[in-house]
């Protein structure tokens, strides 16, 4: 299939190719900042859990090297590609990390735009404009196969597929690669991009590491790339094993991923989040918890909720019985528990999961899920609660993509920041005070040694 203008990566590598930082607005690099904080946060936090350790056991029981990019939170150095590996690994393994983009952005776009910026020695500008390349193109190439919830119900784990499109958008930035090479970075990447839910039946850690195993495919995408290996330009467009084809059924919207490209860069598509499970969950938590303060519910006042749901929700979360920090995530019913119980559904009612104790259990066997087919899963779930006095209340979760900590229902800056000392205060309180200063002084970095010093911090020696 012949584009003239252009295939739908050449359309976007040239744009972004091109794009001085100068011409990234304040308010987009301002935005970013702030995810770039959660991230780095979250993947600190993230170093101390199972598959982050085995993942950095697998990568350094065969390598290390006195040079390369640093593995966060640890002494240790890693050629890039697999530095974004285990760093994308620990910023999303326990599923706090931003979304939007290509599913999971910060995850998938900083761990490969940090380890490329740092072995080439960038300066903070550079990495900043290679994390928002990276937000914008993944967020593109998701709707070029229509969209997040289209993806989904196909079985494919955005994170994992269009990741790597993120993750060598950035690569490719840090590295100034021209447009050609931009491009082919781009092809290469969808050469090899990948990732299923297939995790959801058994919590398989696979979904823990499809956002690094993308950003290593970024990273070596970019660097092939440079080299000089070209990439097929019509990896989305091509009739027999494009992606249209092969992910979609053969159709494609090319049309949807350059709408208003170069005025919107689709940082305000990545969601942060204030609760530490599955976003799908968070309209649900933002409406239960709304409910307990309209009218001061406790769990004993609780008979049962019913949750009405599409299917992809339902399949999604309503994992029981609940053994690890992943089936906790994944159910809706133990979100609304914690909500009910705490008030609030931080790290800590996750990690590890609270579903043996004795009140936690019996308000979680209070709560069902149900099918109805002809909700879509952006509609959101609908809530029925009935109290022990008699009275019903039915309510619509709305969309959980609008849901506390999107563009419509944003966190300030100062929320993020009291995130970030939340998840870092195993590390203690100059962890994350350094960690929030070098962010926030990033746009006017001459180089990334203030903010590499911060993620040494707290290492955890192994």
């Known amino acids: 299939m012949t584009d003239t203008e252009g295939s739908l990566t050449e359309r976007l590598a040239a744009h972004w190719a091109g794009l001085p930082f100068d011409e990234i607005p304040a308010e987009v690099v301002g935005r970013v900042k702030d995810n770039i904080l959660d991230t780095l946060a979250v993947a600190l936090a993230g170093v101390r859990t199972e598959e982050a350790r085995r993942v950095r056991a697998a990568l350094t029981s065969v390598q290390q090297t006195g040079s390369g990019s640093l593995v966060w939170g640890t002494p240790f150095l890693l050629p890039p590609s697999h530095a974004a590996l285990a760093n ?71 994170s994992g597929t269009m990741g790597s499109f993120a993750a060598a958008a950035a690569g490719a930035k840090a590295l100034g690669l021209d447009a050609e090479r931009f491009a082919d970075a781009l092809g290469i990447a969808g050469s090899f991009t990948g990732g299923v839910w297939a995790f959801i039946d058994d919590g398989a850690w696979t979904k823990r590491i499809h956002p690094g195993k993308a950003g290593e495919t970024g990273v070596d995408a970019a660097l092939l790339a440079r080299a000089g290996i070209t990439g097929p330009r019509h990896i989305f467009e091509a009739e027999w094993g494009g992606l249209f084809a092969v992910y ?6 090319p049309e949807q991923a350059l709408h208003d490209l170069g005025a919107d860069f689709n940082v ?21 918890l709304a409910l307990i303060q309209e009218r001061d519910v406790k769990p004993e006042h609780v008979r049962h909720i019913s949750i009405t749901a599409g299917e992809t929700a339902v399949n999604m979360l309503s994992i029981d019985p609940i053994h690890t920090v992943f089936d906790a995530q994944f159910s809706l019913p133990y979100a609304v528990t914690i909500a009910l119980h705490n008030r609030s559904v931080g790290l800590d009612q996750f990690d590890p999961p609270r579903i043996d104790e004795p009140g936690i259990r019996a308000t ?18 609908r809530l029925a609660v009935e109290f022990t006095d008699g009275e019903t209340v039915t309510l619509p979760a709305g969309n959980p993509t609008t849901a506390k900590g999107s563009a419509q229902n944003p966190l300030s800056h100062a929320e993020v920041v009291d995130k970030a000392e939340a998840v870092l205060a195993p590390y203690g309180h100059e962890v994350a005070r350094d960690l929030v200063r070098a962010v926030e002084n990033l746009d006017d970095a001459p180089d990334l040694s203030e903010l590499l010093r911060a993620l040494r ?3 955890q020696g192994e």
């Open 457 to 459: 911090a707290g290492r």
């Open 364 to 381: 979680f066997q209070k709560i069902s899920m149900h099918v109805d087919s002809s909700i879509q899963l952006e509609d959101g779930p």
């Open 268 to 288: 305000a598509t990545a969601y942060i989040k204030p609760y530490a499970c599955c976003r799908g969950s968070h309209s649900t938590i933002d409406t239960v």
């Open 88 to 158: 994308g690994t620990s910023a999303h393994a326990r599923d706090f990390d931003d979304g939007g983009g290509p599913g999971h952005a910060g995850s998938t776009v900083l761990p490969a735009a940090l380890a490329v910026a740092e072995a080439t020695g960038a300066d903070g500008r550079t990495l900043i404009a290679a994390t928002i390349a990276g937000y914008d193109i993944g967020y593109r190439t998701l709707q070029a196969l229509g969209g997040f919830a289209a993806h989904t119900d196909r079985g494919w784990h955005s």
């Open 248 to 253: 979609n059924g053969g159709q494609g919207h």
